[in-house]
Nanobody, 124 residues
Framework: QVQLVESGGGSVQPGGTLRLSCQVS????????VTWFRQYPGKEREAVAG????????YYRDGLKGRFTISQDIAKNTVNLQMNDLQPEDTATYYC?????????????????WGQGTQVTVSS
């Protein structure tokens, strides 16, 4: 059984940092694609950053590379998302997802497994 558990969300002021973690069980993160998505209320989920296999190929949403960094912790089978210089527009629920195949990384419908989400709030 595949499970993804997100952690690390919280509330920060603009300019702050957070590190999200996606602990994965039942699925080897170096064997496929794991992606972080975010969702605003009433909106569809949008891909933020993805990491594929090992050595990893990285995907980033336009405009986020440089502030956000995705990485693997192979020993812990965990995918992390380091988020720096957070802004109010980054406020959303963040989800991690894993795919069995090789999907178009930004399409939520292409993923087979999802975590429950973690809330990120950026406000002064």
């Amino acid at each position: 059984q595949v499970q993804l558990v997100e952690s690390g969300g919280g509330s920060v002021q603009p300019g702050g940092t957070l590190r999200l973690s996606c602990q994965v069980s039942g699925y080897d993160i170096t064997s496929g694609l794991v992606t972080w998505f975010r969702q605003y209320p009433g909106k569809e989920r949008e891909a933020v950053a993805g990491i594929y296999k090992q050595p990893p190929f990285l995907y980033y949403r336009d405009g986020l590379k440089g502030r956000f960094t995705i990485s693997q912790d192979i020993a812990k089978n965990t995918v992390n998302l380091q988020m720096n210089d957070l802004q109010p527009e980054d406020t959303a629920t963040y989800y991690c997802a894993a795919a069995r195949g090789v999907p178009t990384w930004s399409r939520p419908s292409a993923y087979d497994y999802w975590g429950q989400g973690t809330q990120v709030t950026v406000s002064s």
